[in-house]
């Protein structure tokens, strides 16, 4: 069956600290891969993407992604963490046959002081 | 920008209503999809539309209902609303390709069935 895990449901790290959440996809071929930020409240915002090419994207806030496909992996990074990074995160798949679109389950992410 | 605005961020019914959820976005997608959002289910696709008038079924349709006579408009209708149906209710849109184009989103609407 066609799968996304975040196996990580929440994460505690301290600010200044590095950041890796994880993602791991199951679909026969290459998908389409985004992580999207969603803070308190609000809607799902779009942080990187990745399509074709370098399969280490930059995205904004300072998160990069690196897409292995040995590993059926797409992680996001940080190297510092901030207060303001506090957020549920997404990893998401999107695959072109059939328009199809799947979100894994979030990763929830405290920062402490 | 793409902005998608949701008619509503916190909306109250009682048992049986027929509510009705708006959704409108400004680039002229041609995509647009309504999900709703559980802690620990993360989102799940209740409709989607690829162009006006059409509509596939997502992964829990049941109890809902969509409308989309105009590009930019996506309702969700939730025809005799019940308490299992209090949730986070996003809006996305997107361009062609739905697989392999970024979605855009709403801010929600907190849905609350009493």
């Known amino acids: 069956a066609q799968s996304v895990t975040q196996p990580d449901i929440h994460i505690t790290v301290s600010e200044g600290a590095s950041l890796e959440l994880r993602c791991n996809y199951s679909y026969g071929a290459t998908p389409y891969l985004f992580w999207y930020v969603q803070s308190p409240g609000q809607g799902l915002q779009l942080l990187l993407k990745y399509f074709s090419g370098d399969t280490l994207v930059q995205g904004i806030k300072g998160f990069e992604a690196e897409f292995k496909r040995s590993q059926s992996s797409f992680n996001l990074r940080k190297p510092s963490v901030h207060w303001s990074d506090a957020a549920e995160y997404f990893c998401a798949v999107g695959l072109f046959t059939g328009n199809q679109f799947y979100f894994g389950t979030g990763t929830s992410l405290t920062v402490i002081p | 920008d793409v902005k998608v605005t949701q008619s509503s961020r916190y909306l109250v019914k009682r048992t049986g209503e027929k509510v009705f959820l708006e959704c409108v976005q400004d680039m002229d997608h041609e995509n647009m999809f309504w999900y709703r959002q559980d802690p620990g289910l993360g989102l799940r696709l209740i409709y989607f539309?690829?162009?006006?008038?059409?509509?596939e079924k997502g992964d829990i349709p049941e109890g809902y209902s969509v409308s989309r006579e105009k590009k930019e408009r996506f309702s969700l209708i939730l025809e005799s609303a019940s308490t299992n149906q209090t949730s986070m209710y996003l809006c996305?849109?997107?361009?062609?390709?739905?697989?392999?184009?970024?979605?855009?989103f709403g801010d929600g609407t907190r849905l609350s069935i009493l």
């Open positions: 539309s690829y162009d006006v008038k059409m509509k």
């Open positions: 996305a849109s997107s361009s062609v390709g739905a697989g392999s184009s970024a979605q855009h």
